[in-house]
């Protein structure tokens, strides 16, 4: 078993490369290259890229996890139907594994990416609440426009046999179970929120959340923004650019993050999200309903798809 640290991002094919590109930009993504048939975008943060596009047939085309060391990369291609170590011809370089979990989806383990420069980011000026007074003789401008997307947060995978795909990823890639989620009984566990396990150091509620619901899949993709003035900047641009909106805005009970969840042009989900949960390797698995899953502390409550 190696122990993922973080995802790295989300592959797609699209039959319109130039559409792709100008919807990645209006969602607040940056491109970073086009090369041949393929484009990669990035957020503002190091990774070379979050989001891959492929020229041809619409649809999910798998996930990439990064790996903490070479040594974790050399193990990954011992797993049970593993490629070799291969070189990942793709901006920043790196290596790569590449894996097919029990429904068949393609799971790239990369390490050796390098870093690119962080992008310029409106940062928070400090939050006035009620009982707090955080930014004092500062006035608050954010911009307006699309979302300043950081960096390919969580991913939700449709998949046919929950404990067999549970059990793959836990037992392959190291994650942990955050919230387990049942239909009826409790014992009746159809669906799991996943994140890294990085020890001491507090990382996302989620990196990856499976469950048992219609055809196997991607469910949708999670991009992290900067704040909520981002990510109701984008909203609003993303409205004005008459775009599908799918849910939201509201704020999820299960990780906490207020989220607004959209469809690009070919109708694949994908979510922008700010202030989600953070734990360690300390923290117990939690279990509820499926009624807590769907519901939100507050706005709509977002429908499966």
């Not at 919807?23 to 979050?50: E, I, K, Q």
Request: hydrophobic share 40%; proline share 5%.
């Amino acid at each position: 078993m190696i122990k993922v640290q973080d995802l790295a991002y989300v592959r797609f094919g699209v039959p319109d490369l130039d559409l792709m590109e100008r919807f990645a930009a209006d969602f607040g993504l940056t491109l970073a290259a086009r090369v041949g048939n393929t484009l990669y975008h990035r957020g503002t943060g190091p990774s070379a890229y979050c989001h891959v596009a492929e020229l041809g047939e619409a649809g999910f085309r798998g996930l990439a996890f990064e790996a903490a060391s070479a040594s974790d990369l050399e193990a990954a291609a011992k797993i049970e139907g593993a490629s070799p170590v291969e070189k990942l011809d793709a901006p920043g370089g790196g290596q790569r594994v590449r894996l097919r979990d029990p429904d068949g989806h393609v799971i790239e383990i990369v390490y050796g990416r390098e870093e690119v420069a962080a992008l310029p980011v409106m940062t928070a000026t400090g939050v006035n609440r009620g009982s707090e007074k955080q930014r004092l003789g500062i006035v608050h401008r954010p911009p307006s426009g699309p979302s300043s997307v950081k960096r390919l947060g969580h991913s939700v995978l449709k998949v046919a046999d929950f404990a067999k795909s549970k059990a793959w990823y836990q037992g392959n890639l190291g994650l942990l179970s955050s919230d387990e989620i049942y239909l009826g009984a409790p014992e009746n566990v159809l669906s799991v929120f996943m994140r890294c396990d990085l020890g001491d150091a507090y990382t996302d509620h989620h990196t990856l959340a499976i469950a048992q619901i219609g055809e196997p899949g991607l469910e949708h993709a999670a991009f992290e923004v900067e704040d909520i003035d981002s990510l109701m900047a984008g909203h609003h641009h993303l409205t004005k650019a008459e775009y599908t909106h799918h849910a939201g805005v509201g704020r999820h009970i299960l990780g906490s993050q207020i989220f607004d969840y959209w469809k690009d042009p070919w109708g694949h989900t994908v979510e922008h999200y700010a202030d989600g949960d953070l734990l360690n390797a300390r923290s117990e698995p939690q279990s509820s309903g499926a009624e807590v899953a769907l519901g939100t502390l507050w706005g709509p409550a977002p429908a499966p798809g």
